[in-house]
């Protein structure tokens, strides 16, 4: 018996029961209320009351079996749970009919049920944030056992190339020190396209979000803010596929006709197209922060006889500065974490270079790399992908903190 | 001599001041400009890559039952056909045969699907061999070749030819990955959001919360991957590749978008709402359940549309936990082995060969008419229920 089914026979069987209780629960109370004697609570609360005596200690059992048995404490039959978790019901059943008595406070009671179960869903938040570090320091761990973390920090090659060979259980084939984890080449990489995006998608987004907070008509406006935003509804595969099926080539035609030779993976062009998907994040974040600027410093401004633009760049914008690094802050970090446009359109090829035009590779394209093929889950190879993750995640973690301070910092400056 | 007074609009000082300001004006519109260009010629770009997939040509043959059709289908064709006729037409021929014995002998005229390179060849793609092309010419000359619209991109799953791929196990694929991720997201994203709006204490714990949903959000996707790789897969025993898997992960994902926009829709609600239902004697769990839920509902639905089209659009994440496997056949459980709709486009995209690009176009149409769908029905449902107190 699976799992799965196990699951769904114990919800089959709680469900009458469930049924079950809650007219038993309410029956009793009406009875109850009918004899003339004043209960606390509704009769359907004392229906739900007895639901919960019935379900939470049979669906508890259930649950620490599950966990017992994947924590490898005990592993018991599943009917065997089946059966327990049902007569646990059916002894809660009774027991909860028996409870409801006029000075029960059912309704307390359950609105603490909920309050808890809320409570717990609200955890769960938290618990994904200790599971992602966790999985990822635990493989990131088993990494730097073998590779040492000044070489994966300072190392300039990366060629995993042979690891493979030992994931295949040959490898005593692999000469000594043919794999190097110098994770330098790929962060080069992520830099020159985060740099490359970024210096697309700051001008165009900030110079829109200018227009359309300081000059557009309102009716201007209504058309140009939703008709950026499908920038950032569309998935990034197609940006990935737009990039490496129309941008490379044009970049490729162009670099020929000035003369020089650009790559069919050269990272210019998933930088451009990532620019592009940035701008609307960039344009709306500092849109936002423009507006929400008080008028009064407009009307100081030109009290003191400046123009429209002058306004704009010695009053508005440095008083918007740090809600638009906050924007700068965000973009970038989308920008370190976009995975399907460099994956499609940047090189595999790791290459320590200054030059655009040339193909590099990135965190994430190694990351997808190292994860697609028919490794094993414990090779350097795949480890070395969690390592990488782990830099990932830690620096878009600072980049968000900080850029979230300084939104904060500046809404109680000017709320 | 008269001095002419500063501020005046012959001032070459003002009007050099003028002159920036109309510059500057220019830049900002110039912006929004080349950001409408590239969004029109981004759309125009797939449109003509992919528009040409929603139609295939097809070519009228004589299908002959014989003998050694019964072994390869191909001999059912004549002999200059063959290389001109899918081979996923014929492929079936002997299983036909086999099932229906009564077939075997007889003669049958049908419409069938050409080679892709053909068809690519008919489209004006590609060229095709030089000994191929002119049987190709006749053909169409004489009416043997017609150009219909392609349903079978709708209705049948991938192929290896190009010819027979379609979208239909993908789409299924991504309904079943978003059912996961909607059971998995939304009740506990709407539980959350209501526990720290309505209920939670002003403590440390809550504002612990509150950080860590604002920073999962801006967590870059392929992460979640990693943690659905290490977590559902290696720990749980999760199957790879399954909707299951892709669900839970993409979830984890959803959440706390759906946290955020739930909570913004509750605070929506003003208080005297509250007091009032407080002061009729509910309970905390009444005031939400019957009075502040149903009033916020429009709000939730509208975050949890925007959630479910950024899952459905994702691919990163997936393709760690091998969501990028070769399905042919539709799965039919949560199970089984899936793949979703942008993971096909991505698989589609790293093939060589010229037919799959309009293949890929075509499903980057699909995909996309889905999510804007999507994400007008939001806006409307916004537009609709919006309600200023």
Same mark, same amino acid.
């Given at each position: 018996m699976g799992i799965g089914t196990t699951t769904l026979l114990l919800l089959l069987a709680l469900a009458p029961l469930g049924l079950l209780a809650f007219r038993l629960g309410r029956g009793k109370a009406i009875a109850n209320m009918a004899a003339g004697i004043s209960m606390h609570s509704r009769p359907q609360q004392y229906g739900w009351y007895s639901v919960v005596w019935m379900g939470m200690p049979a669906l508890g059992v259930a649950l620490a079996a599950a966990v017992l048995s994947l924590l490898g404490v005990i592993s018991p039959a599943r009917e065997l749970v089946l059966l327990v978790s049902v007569a646990v019901a059916a002894i809660g059943l009774a027991h909860g009919l028996r409870a409801? #008595?006029?000075?029960? #406070?059912a309704r307390n009671a359950l609105d603490n049920v909920v309050r808890y179960l809320l409570m717990g869903a609200a955890l769960i938040s938290i618990m994904t944030t200790i599971a992602i570090v966790l999985s990822i320091v635990f493989e990131a761990m088993r990494f730097f056992r073998e590779v040492s973390v000044w070489e994966f920090v300072t190392g300039t090659v990366w060629a995993p190339g042979d690891t493979f060979l030992e994931a295949a259980g040959r490898g005593d084939e692999v000469e000594e020190g043919t794999s190097f984890f110098g994770s330098v080449p790929l962060f080069a990489g992520t830099f020159m396209v985060t740099a490359i995006a970024m210096a697309t998608a700051l001008p165009i987004g900030l110079l829109s979000a200018i227009f359309m907070s300081e000059y557009a008509t309102r009716a201007q406006r209504s058309i140009a803010k939703p008709v950026l935003e499908i920038l950032a509804g569309i998935p990034t595969v197609v940006y990935g596929f737009f990039a490496a099926i129309t941008v490379t080539p044009i970049v490729v035609d162009i670099a020929e006709f000035f003369g020089l030779d650009a790559s069919y993976s050269n990272i210019l062009s998933p930088g451009i197209v990532m620019g592009i998907m940035i701008i609307p994040f960039i344009s709306s974040l500092s849109d936002d922060v423009i507006n929400s600027i008080p008028q009064s410093l407009r009307e100081g401004a030109y009290a003191l006889g400046t123009t429209h633009s002058e306004t704009i760049k010695q009053v508005i914008l440095p008083a918007a500065l740090p809600g638009v690094i906050s924007a700068f802050l965000l973009g970038v970090s989308r920008a370190l974490g976009e995975t399907m446009i460099v994956v499609m359109a940047a090189g595999v090829r790791p290459n320590l270079t200054w030059n655009p035009l040339e193909d590099m590779t990135t965190v994430t394209v190694n990351i997808v790399y190292a994860l697609t093929g028919?490794?094993?889950?414990?090779?350097p190879m795949t480890l070395a992908a969690f390592a990488l993750g782990l830099v990932l995640f830690t620096v878009t973690l600072m980049l968000n903190l900080v850029s979230t301070y300084l939104v904060r910092r500046f809404k109680q400056k000017y709320d | 001599m008269q001095r002419r007074l500063t501020? &005046?609009?012959?001032d070459p000082r003002i009007r050099s001041r003028y002159r920036t300001e109309s510059r500057f004006k220019a830049y900002t519109i110039t912006a929004l400009f080349v950001a409408f260009a590239i969004i029109l010629a981004f759309f125009a770009d797939i449109i003509t890559q992919g528009y040409s997939a929603f139609w295939r040509s097809e070519i009228q043959v004589t299908l002959d039952y014989n003998e050694r059709a019964e072994r390869?289908?191909? !001999?059912?064709?004549q002999e200059e056909l063959r290389e001109v006729v899918s081979r996923g037409a014929v492929r079936s021929i002997p299983l036909e045969i086999r099932n229906n014995p009564e077939l075997a002998g007889s003669t049958r005229e049908v419409w069938v699907p050409v080679y892709s390179r053909v068809d690519q060849y008919l489209k004006g793609n590609e060229e095709l061999d030089p000994e191929l092309a002119p049987i190709v010419d006749r053909l169409a000359e004489e009416d043997r070749i017609r150009n219909v619209f392609n349903w079978a991109f709708f209705t049948s799953g991938d192929s290896k030819l190009p010819e027979m791929a379609g979208i239909f196990s993908a789409a299924v694929g991504s309904i079943l990955v978003l059912f996961v991720t909607l059971m998995f997201a939304f009740p506990i994203g709407v539980m959350s959001a209501i526990y720290l709006e309505e209920f939670a204490p002003d403590n440390k714990l809550t504002q612990l919360i509150e950080v860590n949903i604002n920073n999962l959000a801006a967590v870059p996707s392929i992460i979640f991957g990693l943690l659905g790789l290490a977590v !559902?897969?290696?720990?749980?025993?999760?199957?790879? &590749?399954s909707a299951l898997v892709g669900g839970l992960t993409l979830g984890l994902m959803t959440l706390p978008i759906i946290i955020i926009s739930t909570r913004a829709a509750l605070r929506s609600v003003p208080d005297p709402i509250r007091l009032g239902a407080f002061a009729m004697g509910c309970s905390r769990w009444q005031v939400v359940r019957d009075h502040v839920l149903p009033l916020s509902l429009p709000g939730i639905l509208t975050g949890t549309i925007i959630g479910l089209a950024q899952a459905m659009g994702e691919t990163a994440p997936l393709i760690i936990v091998g969501m990028i496997a070769y399905i042919p056949d539709a799965p039919t459980s949560i199970f089984d082995s899936a793949t979703v709709l942008p993971a096909q486009v991505f698989t589609w995209a790293s093939e060589p060969r010229k037919a799959f690009v309009e293949k890929t176009g075509a499903g980057i149409m699909v995909l996309l008419a889905i999510l804007l769908t999507l994400n007008a029905a939001a806006v409307f449902l916004r537009r609709r229920f919006e309600r200023r107190w």
């Open positions: 409801i #008595r006029p000075e029960v #406070r028919d490794q094993a889950f414990d090779s | 501020g &005046s609009a012959d390869v289908g191909q !001999f059912a064709l !559902f897969i290696n720990t749980f025993g999760v199957p790879r &590749s």
